[in-house]
């Protein structure tokens, strides 16, 4: 099979038919997907019936596969896919039935957020369930000088805990053993993409945003407008599931969220750090 590219959106993503993700890529293909990876920051591989195995070394062209959060919907033999479903068996959900529903970078929280994040449909949902992406780096780029100048030495310090109430109002605060755990951590507004350098708006997140050496109510309003700005059509694309869809996104060119959706759905995804 020949593989065949196709842009999805003037800042976000290409589509890739063509290939068979259970076998291994030649060394031009792999190339030439990473590369995209990085310069678009989502890549759409249709027509999957990718096998968990094969999920996980399609990952690890991108780096090193794990699932580094709610361990207890790890995929049976299989520890580095978390599995994404509203399905139960014997009364008992097989996966996680619900994803940030606002703008986000995965692991955003942790000092060294992941590289990729990649995600195989395996069921369909009837309705709904649409992934919705966009370029941080496009949106820099054509941010307004005024703004920018503000923005490029800014940090803000990222509370998991704080955070709970905004992106998860149905599981309630965090437990004692989460605040515990989850320490704050402290990023740059403009982060840098760790391979090409490229800068980008780390703003995903509907949080109570902590900027340093800003009042509370300044802070609030430049980042309500820089992730309003963000979004703007221009930068951002709406990804329609079909099935057997295999799509991976660089967590330091697009933020995304997902969508509310009715029906089954399954879904395996890993993470490349």
């Given at each position: 099979m020949s593989m065949k590219l196709r842009k999805v959106s003037p800042n976000v993503g290409v589509e890739v038919t063509g290939v068979d993700l259970n076998e291994s890529l030649s060394e031009i293909d792999y190339v030439r997907l990473v590369s995209i990876l990085e310069n678009t920051g989502l890549l759409i591989v249709r027509n999957q019936d990718i096998s968990p195995r094969s999920l996980i070394d399609f990952t690890r062209y991108f780096?090193?596969?794990?699932?580094?959060?709610?361990?207890?919907?790890?995929?049976?033999?299989?520890?580095?896919i978390l599995v994404l479903s509203n399905i139960k068996k014997d009364g008992k959900g097989i996966g996680s039935p619900v994803s940030g529903r606002a703008w986000h970078i995965d692991g955003h929280y942790l000092d060294e957020f992941p590289r990729a994040t990649i995600l195989a449909m395996k069921i369909l949902q009837k309705e709904g369930g649409n992934t919705h992406f966009a370029?941080?780096?496009a949106a820099w780029s054509s941010l307004?000088?005024?703004?920018a100048n503000r923005v490029k030495t800014?940090?803000?310090?990222?509370s998991r805990v704080k955070s709970r109430e905004y992106n998860y109002p149905e599981r309630g605060p965090a437990t004692p053993e989460e605040v515990e755990e989850w320490e704050d951590v402290i990023h740059p507004v403009l982060i840098r993409h760790p391979v090409t350098g490229r800068a980008g708006l780390g703003v995903g997140g509907n949080v109570p945003w902590?900027?340093?050496?800003?009042?509370?109510?300044?802070?609030?309003?430049?980042?309500?407008?820089?992730?309003?700005?963000?979004?703007?059509?221009?930068?951002?694309?709406?990804?329609?599931?079909?099935?057997?869809?295999?799509?991976?996104w660089d967590n330091w060119t697009v933020m995304h969220k997902a969508s509310p959706y009715s029906g089954e759905r399954l879904l395996f995804r890993t993470t490349a750090f």
């Open positions: 780096g090193k596969a794990c699932a580094y959060t709610r361990s207890k919907f790890e995929l049976e033999d299989y520890p580095e370029n941080i780096q307004p000088e005024e703004v800014l940090k803000a310090t990222i902590d900027i340093h050496g800003i009042d509370d109510v300044s802070a609030l309003s430049l980042m309500t407008f820089l992730q309003e700005w963000t979004i703007r059509p221009e930068f951002t694309y709406e990804h329609v599931w079909r099935e057997g869809d295999v799509i991976a």
